[in-house]
């Protein structure tokens, strides 16, 4: 739908999307990983920079909920290309310390984006364990103030499953 003001109201709505994703981000999620991890929970902050008008920053780190152990951290780019729609498309790039380096590929509309990986878009390195990741489907969404994502993962011994959810709140 169009808004008046056309192509210009349309960016506009994208850079107060972006602008609302930047900052620090803090909460909790649960992550499953079947057949090896029962269902866990964990700790999370995320961290969110502007680089450009279309072009994101994020660092992020998990920790133990009860001891406070690091757990996971990642770090990468996000991209949008806005279109007449009000959405458009959005590059996901991102970099695990486990061997891992991943691109995906997705929409946005609104305060939602979501993006995959492709067969050929999950590189690793030599040092990276059995079983491999396959295949990424990653959701977030601003939801009443709160950042708000899931994230789908496939393995060379599972099948393309929730691996975790979680609810974040913006700390500045």
């Not at 999307?17 to 999620?29: A, D, K, P, T």
């Not at 902050?45 to 680089?51: D, V």
Request: aromatic share 10%; hydrophobic share 35%.
């Amino acid at each position: 739908r169009r808004v008046h003001g056309g192509a210009s109201c349309l960016v506009n709505l994208l850079m107060a999307f972006i602008e609302s994703l930047c900052g620090v981000w803090r909460g909790s999620g649960t992550g499953i990983y079947p057949p090896r991890v029962p269902q866990f929970g964990y700790g999370e902050e995320l961290t969110i920079k502007k680089l450009k008008p279309n072009v994101l920053h994020f660092t992020q780190r998990t920790w133990n909920p009860e001891s406070n152990a690091p757990m996971h951290s990642e770090t990468g780019y996000i991209k949008f290309f806005p279109d007449e729609s009000g959405g458009g498309r959005v590059e996901f790039t991102c970099v695990h310390p486990f061997g891992v380096c991943e691109i995906e590929n997705g929409t946005f509309s609104g305060t939602k984006f979501t993006c995959s990986t492709s067969p050929d878009s999950i590189i690793r390195t030599a040092s990276a364990k059995e079983p491999f990741v396959t295949k990424l489907v990653r959701s977030w969404e601003l939801q009443d103030g709160k950042l708000v994502y899931s994230l789908d993962m496939a393995t060379t011994i599972v099948a393309l499953q929730r691996h975790l959810d979680a609810m974040l709140e913006k700390q500045q």
